[in-house]
């Protein structure tokens, strides 16, 4: 199993947590050794990351998650009740589909591209962001319990999520002293083995000058 990444890829985070927390092994292949035609030809939208598996090419986080999960059910990432299954996956999707969509690197240089200046640019990222965590805080306030995890005793699909959108926003200056919920979890994340593993700093092509 090939996983086509790169250090700082936050979706790419998502699959690394998954893998590990799965427990398999798989050869990290970073995109910035491939020539961008090179990879476009294995990802034709050039996004990252993408999971080769079985001599066949998978593209999109949430679509490599289900099958690392329908394909190695061993240690399940969704919880087994449907209904705290739906809201792990509405939590997930908020951050994917919204929250990083919106504020992605290639979204901040459209914007910058096309007259947003700076402090314009920042506004866009603390709206959409801010927005976002108010609604993953209220979500985690509202639990049928207090889980350690956001929606169970162990980690799984929520906080593999949680935890490099969290990491994202820290990098992009957004202040999160008001969610409390979203923060402990993520630190509760931040010390387990699987999640540091997954870290930017700990990826074979982290720079060596990276902060
Ligand atoms: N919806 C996609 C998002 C993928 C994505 O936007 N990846 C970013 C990095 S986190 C990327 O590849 N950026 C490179 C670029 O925009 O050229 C997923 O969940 O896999």
């Known amino acids: ?123 866009w990222v603390q709206h959409w962001q801010g927005e976002g965590f108010a609604a993953l805080e209220a979500l985690l306030a509202r639990r049928a319990q207090d889980w350690d995890f956001c929606y169970g005793e162990v980690p799984g699909w929520a906080d593999l999520h949680l935890a490099p959108q969290v990491a994202a926003a820290r990098r992009l200056g957004v202040v999160l002293e008001r969610f409390p919920l979203v923060v402990a979890i993520t630190e509760r994340c931040e010390s387990l083995p699987a999640f540091i593993a997954a870290r930017p700093e700990a990826q074979p092509d982290f720079p060596k000058n990276a902060g």
């Open 1 to 123: 199993m090939k996983l086509y990444t790169r250090w700082q890829n936050s979706a790419g985070e998502r699959v690394r947590i998954a893998l590990n927390l799965k427990g398999l092994d798989y050869d990290y292949v970073s995109v910035g050794s491939l020539g961008a035609q090179a990879y476009a030809a294995i990802n034709p939208q050039g996004l990252m990351p993408a999971l080769e598996l079985d001599g066949q090419v998978f593209t999109q986080s949430a679509a490599i998650l289900d099958l690392l999960e329908t394909r190695f059910p061993e240690r399940q990432l969704l919880p087994a009740d449907p209904v705290r299954r739906a809201h792990a996956i509405a939590f997930g999707a908020i951050i994917a589909s919204e929250m990083h969509a919106l504020t992605v690197n290639r979204v901040r240089k459209y914007l910058a591209g096309h007259g947003i200046d700076e402090a314009g640019l920042a506004q």
